[in-house]
């Protein structure tokens, strides 16, 4: 799954973490949901081996998952980056216009490697990385990261391709009066009954308690929920 599963001539993770975080995602039950839509037949992504070619494989449209820094800029036209960032986002490869002229592509999914200190998970972790709570707390911080590229951004896009080859936000719910295709997608994921949360909080919450962690429905929800529209 490109660079997020990486590994070294030794046969280590280069990006340990977040191939952990990658791997709780891709092994539960809403990731292997998920990654068959995209997958081809016979591949083996975690401990799944996919059957047959997924729906959106079938019509060119795959799906990477790449370690990547996301943290921003120092200033405008500087190569150099800040202790700030975003935990993850999702891009289209190639522009979004050769996607929709050549009708396939790739969807990367691009997960910070950086420790971005605005994710207070990452700020601990960065603060205390001896701390094994603190690293476990972030590689979930990050695993929720890819369910929310994943779930919101990557499967909407894949299927507003899908339906007319055109990225018009036709999977979406027409009355939330943005034509932005990314704060569409958030606006309908932060709904009541919406895909993301009916996937999403649950399956986090059985992460959290196999690793002896006790968290609400309602705490999950809150954390998948604090993002910008």
Known sequence: MSSILEQDEDGNYVHQELAEAFLAFANSDVGIEFLSKFAEGGQTIGDHTFEEDG???????????NAT???????????????RGANARTK????????????????NVN??????????????????P??????????????LSIFHETI????????????????????????L???NDGVQQHIQAKQEGSLFLTKVVPVMRQLYNAVGIKRTNAQIKKQATNFNN
């Open 55 to 65: 729906e959106f494989h079938s019509q060119g449209i795959d799906l990477a998952f």
């Open 69 to 83: 820094n996301e943290n921003y800029s120092k200033g405008e036209g500087s190569e150099e980056r800040g202790d």
């Open 92 to 107: 289209l490869s190639p522009s979004p216009y050769q996607f929709e002229r050549n009708g396939k592509g790739t969807i």
């Open 111 to 128: 997960v910070n490697k950086v420790l971005n200190v605005n994710n207070e998970y990452a700020k601990a972790y960065k603060n205390d």
């Open 130 to 143: 001896d701390n094994p709570m603190a690293k476990t707390l972030f590689i979930l911080s990050r695993t």
């Open 152 to 175: 919101i951004h990557a499967d909407g896009l894949a299927g507003d391709l899908a339906d007319n080859c055109t990225l018009d936000c036709s999977n979406i719910n027409k009355n």
């Open 177 to 179: 009066n943005t034509y």
